[in-house]
């Protein structure tokens, strides 16, 4: 089956440096992603999605990219800070099991460390 | 103070009982969700339920039931028969499946002994 994937496992970056976290998909029909932060021992949490009849969605610090033709899925993070180190994973939505229903699959993950 | 809730935060077992685990949601989401999470894995899904008194196995399913009487409520029992059941459980909700976003519990970390 298809699967979203992660470039690279650990990325580590100066205080008040961006970060760029990257995420690869493989399902052409996948329409809506999700980026989740997951701090240690704690459960994810939202960051930002994005729908595929866009390119581009900015919050508070963080953008997501949207490339459809070489799917590819990115997220910066401005003016990184300690409180931003750790796990990051993408979610994309995909047809679950052929039955219609349809879920999010999510990626391995992404560990962001900040250096002060 | 709306959310999902999960308790125990941790639990410990010894080998061959069973266990469940709670999951609480005021967020009147219709779909709930059980995952698994190993040591710098990502999520599994083990169950879902889509709407009360129904729900559908996920991708390791096997050794784990689920219940889904409350809209509210989706406890997950680990069975004896789960061969490996020390992990990170995961909770989270909808308002529907799919191109909506989950919201997590704040997780339970199972030890079995």
């Known amino acids: 089956g298809e699967s979203v994937g992660l470039h690279l496992p650990t990325l580590s970056v100066q205080e008040g440096d961006n970060s760029i976290i990257n995420c690869a998909y493989s399902?052409?029909?996948?329409?809506?992603f999700i980026w989740y932060k997951q701090e240690s021992g704690k459960g994810p949490q939202f960051i930002i999605d994005?729908?595929?009849?866009?390119d581009k969605r900015q919050g508070q610090r963080v953008t997501v990219l949207l490339n459809k033709t070489v799917k590819h899925l990115s997220l910066q993070i401005a003016a990184t800070q300690p409180g931003d180190s750790a796990v990051y994973f993408c979610?994309?939505?995909?047809?679950?099991?052929?039955?219609?229903?349809?879920?999010?699959?999510f990626g391995k993950g992404t560990k962001l460390s900040v250096i002060p | 103070d709306g959310g999902i809730t999960q308790s125990p935060k941790y639990l410990f077992r010894k080998e061959g009982q069973n266990v469940t685990l709670s999951c609480e949601q005021n967020?009147?989401?219709?779909?709930m969700y059980w995952y698994r999470q190993d040591p710098g894995q990502g999520l599994r899904l083990i169950y879902y339920?889509?709407?009360?008194?129904?729900?559908q196995k996920g991708d390791i399913a096997e050794g784990y039931s689920v219940s889904r009487e409350k809209k509210e409520s989706f406890p997950l029992t680990v069975t004896s028969a789960q061969k490996n059941p020390t992990a990170f459980y995961l909770c989270?909700?909808?308002?529907?499946?799919?191109?909506?976003?989950?919201?997590f519990g704040p997780g339970t970390r199972l030890t079995v002994l």
């Open positions: 989270a909700s909808s308002h529907g499946t799919g191109d909506n976003e989950q919201f």
């Open positions: 399902n052409s029909a996948s329409d809506y």
């Open positions: 994005i729908r595929s009849n866009m």
């Open positions: 979610a994309e939505n995909m047809e679950y099991s052929g039955a219609g229903s349809y879920q999010l699959t």
């Open positions: 967020l009147n989401h219709d779909a």
């Open positions: 339920s889509q709407i009360v008194n129904d729900f």
